[in-house]
């Protein structure tokens, strides 16, 4: 990874023209056409559409996890898209976290081991990643639970373990992908809470998701269609607005 | 938004109201009769952060209108150091309409018949795309929950006026998933015209 990105001020996420596409000729897919997006530091983005509409792909192309067909990708300063693989990975490790729908924890590691992982492989010292670990559990409400394995938790308790896990190297940016797919409601609860927090607490954050109660935890919204951005709304006004009405009262 | 499709502006007034301000007070008058303040108190506690948006005058106009109803019987009561205060109390009257309001199971609600028919209509005169009328439609109501998401957040475990920010939210979710449908409806119909 190139240095600068200490000094950078600006939108700390930003793509410019991402366009991917799969396979050739007359079979082709176009998964992204022409997407723009900047995520200023501090920001929650939430990404809707339909099944198929190319926000997983989105995703991919701004975590380094594939390269786009066509198009810029930015992040803190720095031109990801191109990049080697190794520099690639050097940078999901220090400036990104990853938060998916199956959780992808190791079967074999405890909770505050699985949270600590990404910090050891950055090479931070074992009890300066301990320590943090163990912050983070407690800050998802995981701290009694940090010696159990995965096997012991339910869906929520590991997906709120992933999420502490996301946050180990105090990445710029969190991506989640569908972080409640797999999750009952009163576990989505726990995540929607987690996340608000998230939010509150200022950390950048792009989340992809089906869920109408998880999108609303996020700063903006954006929807996608075929491919493109066809709706953005910005979710954090002031206190007043449609509020009364929703609960039916009336002028 | 009073309605899913996003109502006209009815003419401007301070603050919302309740739209059964008047069965409510009788309502709450049938326990103990009570001063306008300690009403409006009440209406403070069971609606929350809701209260905050409440036209505050509403509540004695409300209660002048009622007392020449002959709904509630008002009373003076001198106060040391302070001018007199009116007591409301419930009449046989007031009481049967505290029964009628208890019973009556009509069910106040954005009519989605009217956004359909915003569809259609788009549709067959070649309008607007139904599909982005619906996606600007979401993202409104996205913003509704997003609101009350963080209101309802704010408020103290076991709060009574949580439960109902958590009525806006699920009928939110309910007009949000509804939606849904439309949109795929929509979607698969632009497939058939092409």
């Keep these: 990874m190139t240095t600068g990105s200490l000094s950078y001020v600006g939108p700390v996420l930003r793509a410019r023209g991402l366009e991917k596409h799969y396979g050739h000729g007359g079979g082709a897919v176009r998964a992204l056409q022409a997407v723009d997006l900047e995520v200023a530091t501090g920001e929650t983005v939430a990404v809707m559409g339909p099944s198929g509409c190319g926000k997983s792909t989105l995703l991919h192309l701004l975590g380094g996890l594939e390269q786009p067909s066509a198009g810029e990708v930015w992040l803190a300063g720095t031109r990801i898209d191109g990049l080697g693989e190794k520099a690639l990975a050097q940078l999901r490790r220090h400036a990104l976290g990853f938060v998916f729908q199956a959780f992808h924890l190791m079967d074999e590691l405890t909770a505050v081991e699985n949270v600590e992982l990404p910090a050891l492989l950055a090479g931070r010292p074992p009890r300066t990643a301990r320590l943090r670990a163990e912050e983070l559990l407690d800050q998802v409400g995981l701290i009694e639970r940090s010696q159990h394995l995965p096997s012991a938790l339910s869906g929520g308790e590991r997906q709120r373990v992933a999420i502490a896990r996301a946050l180990s190297n105090d990445p710029s940016v969190v991506l989640a992908d569908e972080p409640t797919g797999n999750l009952d409601s009163a576990a989505t609860r726990d995540v929607l809470r987690l996340l608000d927090r998230l939010r509150v607490a200022g950390q950048t954050l792009v989340v992809i998701t089906h869920d109408a109660r998880i999108a609303a935890t996020a700063d903006r919204l954006v929807s996608m269609r075929d491919g493109a951005f066809v709706e953005e709304t910005r979710l954090t006004h002031g206190t007043t607005g449609p509020l009364g009405a929703l609960a039916g009262l009336e002028h | ?194």
């Design chain 2, 1 to 194: 938004m009073p309605q899913i499709a996003g109502a006209p502006e009815q003419q401007p007034s301070p603050g919302y109201q309740l739209r059964v301000v008047q069965e409510v007070l009788l309502a709450l008058l049938a326990g103990e009769a009570s001063h306008g303040y300690q009403l409006r108190a009440r209406l403070q506690v069971a609606l929350g952060p809701l209260a905050e948006v409440l036209n505050p005058g509403h509540v004695y106009v409300t209660l002048t209108r009622l007392e020449k109803a002959g709904l509630v019987r008002a009373e003076r009561v001198g106060q040391a150091d302070r001018p007199d205060r009116k007591v409301y109390e419930l009449t046989a009257d007031g009481l049967d309409r505290v029964d009628e309001w208890l019973r009556d199971t009509s069910w106040p609600k954005p009519a989605p018949a009217e956004f359909h028919m915003k569809l259609v209509a788009a549709a067959a005169a070649g309008l607007g795309d139904p599909v982005r009328i619906v996606d600007a439609q979401r993202h409104a109501l996205l913003a509704g929950l997003a609101q009350a998401q963080r209101t309802a957040l704010a408020e103290p475990e076991g709060s009574v006026a949580g439960l109902l920010l958590e009525g806006v939210v699920l009928r939110l979710q309910a007009d949000l998933r509804w939606l849904e449908a439309c949109a795929q409806y929509w979607t698969s119909m632009k497939g058939k015209m092409r």
